[in-house]
T-cell receptor, first 113, second 116 residues
Framework: DTAVSQTPKYLVTQMGNDKSIKCEQNLGHDTMYWYKQDSKKFLKIMFSYNNKELIINETVPNRFSPKSPDKAHLNLHINSLELGDSAVYFC????????????FGSGTRLTVV | AQTVTQSQPEMSVQEAETVTLSCTYDTSESDYYLFWYKQPPSRQMILVIRQEAYKQQNATENRFSVNFQKAAKSFSLKISDSQLGDAAMYFCAYRRGSNSGYALNFGKGTSLLVTP
């Protein structure tokens, strides 16, 4: 059983389109995240959700809207895609403050053409 | 802000040898967690080792160990008996506090090459 699953793994789309990436975790964790990895491999936090509540939004453009229907799911919707949005997006989960480690999904490579 | 610095963009090691990857961080907190993650070409993020700042004992996981120097804010990773499968990007990460949902701040990574 996959612990954190993201779909799709690859996404190629044109500028201006709207797309969504889905994430689900079956670990019972209460906190979920979206990270962006750029072309230089730098990983940066975008959003953090705890029990469906948004905790942080790290100066991400309004075109990015996360949605957490329940604590096992955190989806990412992106409007009006731009070339600069091309990156690998990782979903991750953890059990709040226990610091036991974070489980990452396998990533979604988004290419905007 | 809790910044994480990895000063070695690339490192190389021969199979069976030992290599140390450097990481320093900046924080005003006294209690925190530090992690090393491995990212092979498959791009999967794999937890290598974690360290709790209040523990003086350095963490060890099989061939992987850390040298945690709290006063110096240094957290290096030592890989012993390197294997070809250790070739990957290695990221050092600092766990932020509850106000940030315990998100991780990552360093820019060190690409490790293992030669036969």
């Amino acid at each position: 059983d996959t612990a954190v699953s993201q779909t799709p793994k690859y996404l190629v789309t044109q500028m201006g389109n709207d797309k969504s990436i889905k994430c689900e975790q079956n670990l019972g964790h209460d906190t979920m995240y979206w990270y962006k990895q750029d072309s230089k491999k730098f990983l940066k936090i975008m959003f953090s959700y705890n029990n469906k509540e948004l905790i942080i939004n790290e100066t991400v453009p309004n075109r990015f809207s996360p949605k957490s229907p329940d604590k096992a799911h955190l989806n990412l919707h992106i409007n009006s895609l731009e070339l600069g949005d091309s990156a690998v997006y990782f979903c991750a989960s953890s059990q709040g403050g226990r610091g036991l480690g974070y489980t990452f999904g396998s990533g979604t490579r988004l290419t905007v053409v | 802000a809790q910044t994480v610095t990895q000063s070695q963009p690339e490192m190389s090691v021969q199979e069976a040898e030992t290599v140390t990857l450097s990481c320093t961080y900046d924080t005003s907190e006294s209690d925190y967690y530090l992690f090393w993650y491995k990212q092979p070409p498959s791009r999967q993020m794999i937890l290598v080792i974690r360290q709790e700042a209040y523990k003086q004992q350095n963490a060890t996981e099989n061939r992987f160990s850390v040298n945690f120097q709290k006063a110096a804010k240094s957290f290096s990773l030592k890989i012993s008996d390197s294997q070809l499968g250790d070739a990957a990007m290695y990221f050092c990460a600092y766990r932020r506090g509850s106000n940030s949902g315990y998100a991780l701040n990552f360093g820019k990574g060190t690409s490790l090459l293992v030669t036969p």
